[in-house]
């Protein structure tokens, strides 16, 4: 049972913690004006009076000069082989009224090497897109680190309308979100975390807390190689409806999933190849029944060992037609299950697809495949399914995104005698700039999950629709507002649907 008071003294902490952070949101903007200010006026106090011409330009360690101080023969500039680009220190044109040392310098002056990698992580491939597309001026410099947290706090209201059985409750949640990004000339980091805290004022108590971290660390060796280290965690609980779920419990077991993953890409000419090996860690927390008792889950705990290799062709720069072979291996950690079947397993897929890169208007990349698991025990047959996988960022035009994602999974059983299933998963969201501070956004997505044979009686299908929008007050503070629907419909059951609605604001820095 979990200790109500203590959770209290940690939501009261968290408040405190956003209180404090919203106050220097605030005070923030005006300190920085007057250190500014102050700044300025002593330094044209100090500088001496310089003769001749003083158009200002860019110092090849990105600090803002003048003319008459740099050396009067033409600079050579070296071009790095590791690099896609270099930045000539003299192309840039400022107004010469303007005081140079007041210049703000564009934070991606320095960074030289922007070459993108695989994007067949739609979660790596959001955050980064987070940290690209957040606001100029924006974060907190940590040495040449870019560091942009935000906190926000929110008031929900839930119905779940179960058959004829109808609930609500009124709950607050409390979340972090953060992203800390690199500036470097070569190589890359992008960090990416968020997390929520729910907790029911009013109602059934069914609080529903998720976390999220995504590391990456891209390398940029010789000979146009990169190498890319990464790590994630992630935890989310079960929902009542899950066909994993335990029926009448009243705490679904939580999820915990740690991953950890090192790839090489490497091209030659106009073929491109990469190898990349994964490892992926399943741990679940026990589950309370409505009277209390407690029910042991770790005879799901597993770990999964993959290596996959992919070959491209570079059609043109902004299309490359790819295959992909994978084999791997499920390690559960307990022999046998509960129920006595052994499952673990080893498994194989393959798949064809495309990768597009249009810059800013289009990229991502799309493909389908085969998938295939051979459980240890005999008594389970062997399963298979067709896979599609993808995720596509689009701007039709200036102010509208479409981020569509596409997703197969197996999920392996719990029920005696049943293999697993098959998850096909959609999901869509646009964006659209209202005005230059309001967002309006649009949510909408399905899941199938199919099983075999005898036991398709237990297929679901899922659907999601939502709506949302956001009001930028200032740089340091949001206002949002969302709705979203969820219904999910049973083969052979009753069905199950739920309306969420959140109000909340959101400081950050």
Do not use: C
Request: net charge negative; proline share 4%.
């Amino acid at each position: 049972m979990e200790n109500r008071k203590t959770r209290g003294a940690g939501r009261l902490g968290l408040r405190a913690f956003a209180g404090a952070l919203s106050l220097s949101v605030l005070v923030h903007p005006s300190l920085i004006a007057a250190q500014q200010q102050q700044a300025s006026t002593e330094a044209q106090a100090s500088t001496p009076s310089v003769t001749g011409s003083v158009r200002p330009g860019i110092g090849p360690e990105g600090i803002a000069t003048r003319v008459g101080e740099l050396p009067t023969a033409t600079p050579q500039v070296t071009t790095d082989p590791t690099t896609t680009a270099t930045v000539n220190p003299n192309r840039l044109a400022v107004d010469p009224l303007v005081d140079p040392d007041a210049l703000p310098l564009d934070d991606d002056i320095g960074r030289q090497n922007l070459r993108e990698t695989r994007l067949d992580d739609a979660t790596a491939a959001r955050i980064r897109r987070d940290a690209l597309d957040a606001e100029d001026g924006t974060g907190i410099r940590l040495g040449s680190l870019v560091l942009r947290p935000s906190i926000s706090q929110k008031l929900g209201t839930e119905r779940e309308k179960t058959g004829a059985v109808k609930t609500n409750r009124t709950f607050s949640e409390t979340g972090l979100k953060g992203t800390l990004t690199s500036d470097w000339s070569r190589h890359e980091l992008n960090v990416g975390a968020e997390g929520a805290w729910q907790e029911t004022l009013s109602g059934d108590d069914s609080d529903k807390p998720r976390a999220n971290i995504d590391a990456r660390l891209r390398l940029d060796l010789a000979d146009d190689t990169i190498a890319t280290l990464s790590g994630s965690y992630s935890f989310s609980r079960e929902d009542n409806d899950d066909p994993n779920a335990v029926s009448g419990a009243k705490v679904q077991s939580g999820v915990n999933q740690f991953g950890g993953g090192l790839s090489i890409e490497r091209d030659f000419g106009l073929i491109r190849g990469s190898i990349a090996a994964d490892v992926t860690r399943f741990q679940y927390s026990d589950a309370t029944l409505s009277n209390g008792s407690i029910l042991e889950r770790s005879d799901r705990d597993r770990n999964r060992y993959t290596l996959s290799s992919r070959l491209g062709y570079e059609l043109s720069p902004a299309l490359t037609p790819f295959i992909e072979g994978t084999i791997g291996r499920i390690d559960y950690d307990e022999e046998v299950d509960s129920s006595g079947y052994r499952r673990s397993a080893d498994l194989y897929g393959a798949k064809t697809g495309v990768a597009v890169d249009l810059g800013e208007k289009l990229r991502g990349e799309i493909a389908v495949g085969y998938e295939t698991q051979t459980f240890e025990d005999n008594r389970l047959a062997e399963l298979s399914a067709v896979t599609v996988d993808g995720n596509i960022f689009w701007s039709p035009r200036e102010g509208t995104t479409v981020d569509l994602n596409l997703d197969t999974s197996i999920d392996p059983s719990t029920t005696a005698g049943v293999n697993g299933a098959t998850i096909h998963r959609l999901t869509a969201i646009v964006s659209h700039d209202l005005r230059s501070n309001l967002v309006a956004r649009l949510t909408g997505g399905t899941t199938f999950t199919n099983y075999d044979g005898a036991s398709s009686a237990s297929d679901t299908t899922a659907y999601l629709a939502g709506a949302g929008l956001t009001w930028k007050v200032n740089r340091y503070l949001d206002a949002t507002a969302d709705i979203n629907y969820e219904r999910t419909n049973y083969k052979t059951g009753t069905d199950n649907s739920t309306v969420t609605a959140l109000v909340g604001l959101t400081a950050k820095r």
